[in-house]
């Protein structure tokens, strides 16, 4: 099992000290990764729904604070030496598709291959709206072309596209990213269309715990998501083992005494050991735990990070 963990873009933890702090004591830890996510813009007024939470609010509504996804990824890169940098996720339609592919590959030189390129489409209308963007309700397949040009562009000597959003040729594309034939993708994203999505483009699937819609709890729950997995992926002549599966959860809480009523990842070590354990079995490769929803203070997620890497960690092998 590899273990990563979030970053915040907004808030108490998204300053240069308190972001640097968090990555160097993860990479200490001997945690594998660091994720943040991506916004542009936080319009004032917000009528979309957020797939992850039961009201669809979105926590970050209030501030209209985000810090832009990978120019955090760069500056970590240069304060960290080992850790993946976990795109999680890039909403694929918010960018050029040859500015993020060399924003991508630019990082993955510098950080000497570190780059995961973990991909959504996209929730928040209105975010779409202010940025000028190929419409909304078209985000799906924009995001699918763009992917394609991303490989394009990666891979070919000689790149050149032509689609519906985009056309390009007699162009160079240089450096290519460090890895080959180019960084890891992992699609987020718990519907039939990000199942899809991963089973034809990507090397991974990143789904999100708390989806009221399509929720991923529960192991039964995962279970049934990898299936459906499995099934397109035969489709498109791969197998399941292909793939990294990735589980993202948001409330990992490890407490001094058993509950018998509770939920996966949380309780005493011994529980969350024995969930992860469970999830391994299912094909979970890379658990992503979110240290920073617990805590109110640097400090707190400095020690929830530790006790997870100290106290709970060591149960699992």
């Given at each position: 099992?590899?273990?990563?963990?979030?970053?915040?873009?907004?808030?108490?933890?998204?300053?240069?000290?308190?972001?640097?702090?968090?990555?160097?004591?993860?990479?200490?830890?001997?945690?594998?990764?660091?994720?943040?996510?991506?916004?542009?813009?936080?319009?004032?007024?917000?009528?979309?729904?957020?797939?992850?939470?039961?009201s669809g609010a979105f926590?970050?509504?209030?501030?209209?604070?985000?810090?832009?996804?990978?120019?955090?990824?760069?500056?970590?890169?240069?304060?960290?030496?080992?850790?993946?940098?976990?795109?999680?996720?890039?909403?694929?339609?918010?960018?050029?598709?040859?500015?993020?592919?060399?924003?991508?590959?630019?990082?993955?030189?510098?950080?000497?291959?570190?780059?995961?390129?973990?991909?959504?489409?996209?929730?928040?209308?209105?975010?779409?709206?202010?940025?000028?963007?190929?419409?909304?309700?078209?985000?799906?397949?924009?995001?699918?072309?763009?992917?394609?040009?991303?490989?394009?562009?990666?891979?070919?000597?000689?790149?050149?596209?032509?689609?519906?959003?985009?056309?390009?040729?007699?162009?160079?594309?240089?450096?290519?990213?460090?890895?080959?034939?180019?960084?890891?993708?992992?699609?987020?994203?718990?519907?039939?269309?990000?199942?899809?999505?991963?089973?034809?483009?990507?090397?991974?699937?990143?789904?999100?715990?708390?989806?009221?819609?399509?929720?991923?709890?529960?192991?039964?729950?995962?279970?049934?998501?990898?299936?459906?997995?499995?099934?397109?992926?035969?489709?498109?002549?791969?197998?399941?083992?292909?793939?990294?599966?990735?589980?993202?959860?948001?409330?990992?809480?490890?407490?001094?005494?058993?509950?018998?009523?509770r939920q996966p990842f949380?309780?005493?070590?011994?529980?969350?050991?024995?969930?992860?354990?469970?999830?391994?079995?299912?094909?979970?490769?890379?658990?992503?735990?979110?240290?920073?929803?617990?805590?109110?203070?640097?400090?707190?997620?400095?020690?929830?990070?530790?006790?997870?890497?100290?106290?709970?960690?060591?149960?699992v092998r």
């Amino acid at each position: 099992m590899h273990y990563g963990f979030t970053l915040a873009g907004r808030g108490l933890f998204a300053q240069t000290d308190a972001l640097t702090t968090i990555a160097q004591h993860g990479e200490a830890l001997g945690f594998d990764s660091l994720c943040t996510g991506d916004h542009i813009v936080v319009p004032r007024h917000i009528t979309s729904r957020y797939p992850y939470t039961e009201s669809g609010a979105f926590p970050g509504s209030g501030s209209g604070e985000y810090l832009e996804q990978l120019t955090v990824l760069s500056f970590l890169a240069g304060q960290t030496q080992r850790l993946q940098l976990v795109t999680s996720v890039l909403i694929v339609p918010h960018r050029n598709p040859l500015v993020a592919a060399k924003q991508l590959a630019t990082l993955d030189v510098l950080s000497k291959g570190r780059v995961v390129v973990g991909i959504g489409v996209g929730w928040m209308r209105e975010e779409f709206v202010a940025l000028g963007l190929p419409p909304f309700a078209e985000r799906g397949a924009v995001t699918d072309e763009y992917l394609q040009i991303f490989k394009e562009l990666w891979t070919s000597q000689n790149p050149s596209f032509k689609g519906h959003y985009c056309q390009f040729d007699d162009v160079d594309f240089l450096p290519k990213p460090v890895q080959q034939p180019h960084p890891r993708m992992w699609v987020g994203g718990e519907s039939r269309r990000a199942l899809q999505r991963t089973a034809r483009y990507a090397n991974g699937w990143y789904p999100i715990a708390s989806n009221p819609q399509f929720p991923m709890a529960t192991p039964k729950q995962l279970q049934s998501g990898l299936e459906r997995l499995a099934a397109f992926a035969e489709v498109e002549g791969r197998t399941l083992e292909e793939f990294d599966i990735v589980y993202r959860i948001h409330d990992y809480s490890l407490q001094p005494t058993a509950s018998a009523e509770r939920q996966p990842f949380q309780g005493m070590a011994e529980q969350i050991a024995a969930d992860i354990r469970q999830f391994e079995a299912l094909g979970v490769t890379h658990l992503v735990l979110d240290f920073m929803r617990q805590s109110s203070s640097l400090d707190a997620v400095l020690a929830h990070m530790e006790a997870f890497a100290t106290q709970v960690r060591p149960l699992v092998r």
